[in-house]
């Protein structure tokens, strides 16, 4: 068979083990060809391609990032989009897609799979909100950045005596904050799903600094106070004069400090959490799903996706897959609750 892959969306620690796993299984167990695409759908309309054999993927196991490139572009955004998608496959003879991806390359891939083109996603996302498999590669990854990241606030807050506000990626699901703030030993974690209020996270930064220590705020990127009094506005301005907006983590240090009277200082991660080597579980999970997904090619599946269910790799319908967001429930978040302060 000639199976295509393709990696959507944002860059995620895993994605080239879930290629190597591909080629490597399509072409030594199942005598496959595989072609790669050039940065996600943007590669399948423009019939950009990259030849794939096992010598292609030699080292690729530990690799961050993705080397065949990613993008956002959605073809059913584009004048023709979704017909170019499939005169390439028809014109390359490819017989399925491998699409891996998060709710937006999934989505795609669904509606692709509908007008005839067999496809197989694989899940990808740091954030792990995608709810049709347990985990998904990257987040551990991402989890162990953010939590090494507290361990050495810690020492430097302890230090100065500040408070330490530490912004992590999550702008719909709080997980990478909810399970890097637990095992960091935040001193409270925020997370989109649970609208914080904004006395109670001063009550317990000011219960820390009581404690003789520095308190540690997690927050997700989409977090939000309950009452909505949480302004952005730094009061700072750009080389342009226009006024500079922060991020939650900034407007939380800075409140954290006029209400406590202490330094505060807010740490964004951003996209370190996204770059770098696998974790161990990371390149597992995805070499799991890369050798799943040649199976369900050639058992013949289309309009699925493999996902993890406990500790099997199972193939769940795409429409499924994407249907709703997994998000942190009120009982996960209230575990952590009993740490706070
Ligand atoms: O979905 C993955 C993710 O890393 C989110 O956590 C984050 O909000 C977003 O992508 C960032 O996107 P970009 O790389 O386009 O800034």
């Known amino acids: 068979m000639r199976i295509g892959i393709l990696t959507g969306g944002g860059d995620c620690p895993g994605l080239n083990a879930v290629i190597r796993a591909v080629v490597r299984s399509g072409t030594t167990q199942h005598g496959d060809e595989v072609v790669g695409f050039r940065d996600g759908w943007r590669g399948v309309v423009d019939g950009d391609t990259v030849p794939l054999d096992v010598a292609a993927t030699r080292g690729l196991l530990p690799r961050g990032g993705t080397v065949l490139g990613t993008s956002r572009t959605n073809p059913f955004a584009l004048d023709g989009g979704p017909e170019r998608v499939l005169e390439t496959c028809r014109r390359l003879g490819i017989d399925a897609l491998v699409p891996v991806g998060g709710e937006d390359t999934l989505g795609v891939a ?14 990808k996302t740091i954030d792990n909100d995608l709810d049709a498999t347990d985990y998904t590669f990257g987040f551990d990854t991402a989890v162990g950045v953010a939590s090494e990241a507290i361990d050495r606030l810690h020492t430097t807050g302890d230090s100065h005596h500040r408070a330490l506000v530490v912004e992590v990626m999550g702008r719909h699901a709080g997980w990478i904050a909810l399970h890097a703030g637990m095992s960091g030993g935040a001193t409270v974690v925020l997370v989109p799903e649970r609208p914080f209020d904004l006395d109670a996270v001063v009550a317990h930064c000011q219960h820390r600094f009581d404690s003789g220590f520095s308190p540690i705020v997690v927050v997700s990127e989409g977090a939000v106070p309950a009452d909505g009094h949480l302004t952005t506005a730094t009061g700072q301005r750009d080389a342009f004069g226009h006024e ?10 800075r409140v954290i400090e006029q209400r406590t009277g202490r330094e505060s200082r807010a740490v964004v991660l951003g996209h370190v959490q996204r770059g770098g080597t696998p974790t161990p579980f990371d390149r597992v999970l995805a070499t799991r799903f890369g050798l799943a997904a040649v199976r369900a090619v050639h058992s013949g599946a289309s309009d699925v996706m493999v996902a993890l269910r406990g500790t099997d790799i199972v193939q769940v319908p795409l429409a499924e897959a994407i249907a709703q967001l997994k998000l942190v429930p009120l009982e996960r978040y209230e575990e952590a609750e009993v740490f706070f302060g």
């Open 110 to 123: 669904h509606r692709l799979a509908g007008a005839g083109l067999r496809c197989v996603g694989v899940p």
């Open 244 to 253: 500079r907006l922060g991020g939650i983590g900034e407007a939380l240090a």
